[in-house]
C-alpha cells in the first residue's frame, strides 16, 4: 500500500485565494483526520470522519475552512478566503475502528501551506 | 480535562548515549498512552503505545517507555542513540474510548556524532 496520499507537498498562494487539500486515505480504513501543525500551538484536529461522515469538527477554526469526504478513498480541506495566520503544515491521517479504538494513525506526508 | 507536556522543546546527546525523553500527563480516567516519530518532510509514524497490562511497553527502533502512573509520566528511552534517531518526538494521551488524542508539543531529538 501507497500509504496516506496527500496533495500537493507545497502551496505559496495570495491572501484571500481558495486553497483546496486532497488526500487519499489508506484503502480499507474507515476513519480519516485532518490536522494542523504550527510551531505555537503543535498538532490540532480539526475534523474527524468515520465512514465517510463528519463526526467531530469542533476543531475547525472558522468558517473559511470546510472539510468533506464523498467517498471512502478521498476527502478535501478547503480554505476560502485564506489569511496568512492559516500557513501551516497539514495533515491527513487515517486508521481503522475510528476515534473509539486505540488503532494507529497513520499520517500523510502533509501540506505545507503559505499565505502571502 | 486531558493535557500532556514533554519537558524541553530540544534535546541533543552524541551518538552511543542514553535517549531520555520526558513526558508527563494529566488525565481523569485512566489514560492510553502514545508516542509518535517525525522524521523531516514526514508524517508521524507511531513507535509505541500503552493501553493497558504492562507498564514497560517496547517500540520500534529499539525504542521503549514506561507508564508509571504515580509520577503521571511516560517517558520514552533509548539505550544508545544512532544518528538515524535524530527527529521530532511527540507524546499523547487518550483519556479512554471516545476521546480524542491530545497531543504534546513535541520534542526535537539533535544526535551529534
Known amino acids: 500500500d501507497a500509504g496516506v496520499i496527500q496533495s500537493p507537498r507545497h502551496e505559496v498562494t495570495e491572501m484571500g485565494q481558495e486553497v483546496t487539500l486532497r488526500c487519499k486515505p489508506i484503502?480499507?480504513?474507515?476513519?480519516l483526520f485532518w490536522y494542523r501543525q504550527t510551531m505555537m500551538r503543535g498538532l490540532e484536529l480539526l475534523i474527524y470522519?468515520?465512514?465517510?461522515?463528519?463526526?467531530?469538527d469542533s476543531g475547525m477554526p472558522e468558517d473559511r475552512f470546510s472539510a468533506k469526504m464523498p467517498n471512502a478513498s478521498f476527502s478535501t480541506l478547503k480554505i476560502q478566503p485564506s489569511e496568512p495566520r492559516d500557513s501551516a503544515v497539514y495533515f491527513c491521517?487515517?486508521?481503522?475502528?475510528?476515534?473509539?479504538?486505540?488503532?494507529?494513525?497513520?499520517f500523510g506526508s502533509g501540506t505545507q501551506l503559505s499565505v502571502l | 480535562a486531558q493535557s500532556v507536556t514533554q519537558l524541553g522543546s530540544h534535546v541533543s546527546v552524541s551518538e552511543g548515549a542514553l535517549v531520555l525523553l520526558r513526558c508527563n500527563y494529566s488525565?481523569?480516567?485512566?489514560?492510553?498512552l502514545f508516542w509518535y516519530v517525525q522524521y523531516p518532510n514526514q508524517g508521524l509514524q507511531l513507535l509505541l503505545k500503552y493501553t493497558t497490562g504492562a507498564t514497560l511497553v517496547k517500540g520500534i527502533n529499539g525504542f521503549e517507555a514506561e507508564f508509571k502512573k504515580s509520577e503521571t509520566s511516560f517517558h520514552l528511552t533509548k539505550p544508545s542513540a544512532h544518528m538515524s534517531d535524530a527527529a521530532e518526538y511527540f507524546c499523547a494521551v487518550k483519556g479512554g474510548n471516545n476521546r480524542k488524542l491530545i497531543w504534546g508539543l513535541g520534542t526535537s531529538l539533535a544526535v551529534n556524532p
Open positions: 484503502s480499507g480504513h474507515n476513519s
Open positions: 491521517a487515517s486508521s481503522f475502528g475510528g476515534i473509539a479504538t486505540n488503532e494507529k494513525l497513520f
Open positions: 470522519f468515520n465512514n465517510n461522515v463528519p463526526i467531530d
Open positions: 488525565s481523569s480516567v485512566p489514560p492510553y
